[in-house]
T-cell receptor, first 119, second 113 residues
Framework: DAGVIQSPRHEVTEMGQEVTLRCKPI?????LFWYRQTMMRGLELLIY????????DSGMPEDRFSAKMPNASFSTLKIQPSEPRDSAVYFC?????????????????FGEGSRLTVL | GDSVTQMEGPVTLSEEAFLTINCTYT??????LFWYVQYPGEGLQLLLK?????DKGSNKGFEATYRKETTSFHLEKGSVQVSDSAVYFC????????????FGTGTRLTIIP
């Protein structure tokens, strides 16, 4: 079974440009998480979805960041306009419920990440 | 709110040494506890887990026991290898309320041949 797939793996852009990161979760998983990782701030949860519905976006830094999950097999994280301080590795992760109708197992499967550099 | 505290790194050990990485947590109810590992250039991956008190999670020679009385979940390995060099994250998920994981800050481990 394929794991979580993220694209692009690397992106270099200039300040002010729009950036779109993409994620395909593992088929059958119910939850999708977007994280950001930097040396200074460590691993930060940006937003998570349950059955394609955004549940907690309290970690989204500001209005320049937006995330969507139009269906169970695809999600995007968009930054518009991008700034140098957005440079980081962005991870997508997915997980499933313990049982049907139950809670998140907590067993997250991470993608390989998208390394973003904003000049 | 929920929180996870793990020992500051970096930790440097010689091959075949004994490893302990401490992790303590604060949570209401009965959380599930996890250790994730991140190898260079990769995403995190689940190493082991425990879902209730006194459970022992184990994988690849690593072990951790869910100690409710001390609110701890320390990671141990009897004989580390160079290939164990990575960043290790302790985490928990509550059994009610928000369904996101709470991660510790990570501990960087380097094993010297």
């Amino acid at each position: 079974d394929a794991g979580v797939i993220q694209s692009p793996r690397h992106e270099v852009t200039e300040m002010g440009q729009e950036v779109t990161l993409r994620c395909k979760p593992i088929s059958g998983h119910d939850y999708l998480f977007w994280y950001r990782q930097t040396m200074m701030r460590g691993l930060e949860l940006l937003i998570y979805f349950n059955n394609n519905v955004p549940i907690d976006d309290s970690g989204m830094p500001e209005d320049r960041f937006s995330a969507k999950m139009p269906n169970a097999s695809f999600s995007t994280l968009k930054i518009q306009p991008s700034e140098p301080r957005d440079s980081a590795v962005y991870f997508c992760a997915s997980s499933r419920r313990v049982v049907a109708g139950g809670r998140n197992t907590g067993e997250l499967f991470f993608g390989e990440g998208s390394r973003l550099t904003v000049l | 709110g929920d929180s996870v505290t793990q020992m500051e790194g970096p930790v440097t050990l010689s091959e075949e040494a004994f490893l302990t990485i401490n992790c303590t947590y604060t949570a209401t109810g009965y959380p599930s506890l996890f250790w994730y590992v991140q190898y260079p250039g990769e995403g995190l991956q689940l190493l082991l887990k425990a879902t209730k008190a006194d459970d022992k999670g184990s994988n690849k020679g690593f072990e951790a026991t869910y100690r409710k009385e001390t609110t701890s979940f320390h990671l141990e390995k009897g004989s580390v290898q160079v290939s164990d060099s990575a960043v290790y994250f302790c985490a928990l998920i509550s059994n009610f309320g928000n369904e996101k994981l709470t991660f510790g800050t990570g501990t960087r481990l380097t094993i010297i041949p």
